[in-house]
């Protein structure tokens, strides 16, 4: 079971995965700094609740693996585009975990919601120039960030 220092240790390592990928490194980084509540606030608001909102990330991804099968790039995108576009939740999304996980939690939607852009965006880039075999890989990485955040938090929701 992860804990504390290994969950924050696990998420800079994922953080700096993703990074390596992209070439805005620096605007990321300059990204990690903001709080959780100024990545909800970037948000548009919306009345789902968080569990919905998983639901729409979920759809996402599976119109990305639905498009690359298929070859279908206008899927891949418009998948891709659940994932980088989604609104906020409700309420702040960390109030499904108990006080004493809120500031960890907190810290990973901040890593995840980068990596799971950066996925996003190199999955839609590889499907526009028909690399459905580099589509496919980062959509792989895509899926197994989403099941690591799983992982390591759903023992915790209230």
């Not at 409700?90 to 995840?112: R, T, V």
Request: net charge positive.
């Amino acid at each position: 079971m992860i804990r504390g220092k290994s969950i924050s240790i696990l998420l800079l390592f994922i953080f700096l995965i993703s990074c390596s990928q992209d070439k805005s490194t620096q605007n990321q980084v300059t990204t990690l700094k903001r709080t959780a509540e100024e990545l909800v606030a970037s948000k548009k608001t919306s009345d789902m609740s968080y569990k919905q909102l998983m639901n729409i990330l979920n759809s996402g991804s599976v119109m990305v693996h639905q498009g690359i099968l298929i070859e279908n790039k206008q899927m891949v995108i418009e998948g891709a585009g659940l994932i980088l576009n989604h609104a906020a939740p409700k309420e702040n999304p960390w109030i499904i975990m108990n006080k004493q996980d809120q500031e960890e939690f907190k810290n990973s939607l901040l890593a995840y919601d980068i990596v799971l852009d950066n996925y996003a965006r190199a999955i839609a880039e590889e499907s526009k120039k028909e690399n459905w075999l580099e589509a496919s890989n980062k959509s792989h990485e895509l899926m197994n960030s989403c099941i690591v955040c799983h992982s390591m938090w759903k023992h915790k929701v209230k």
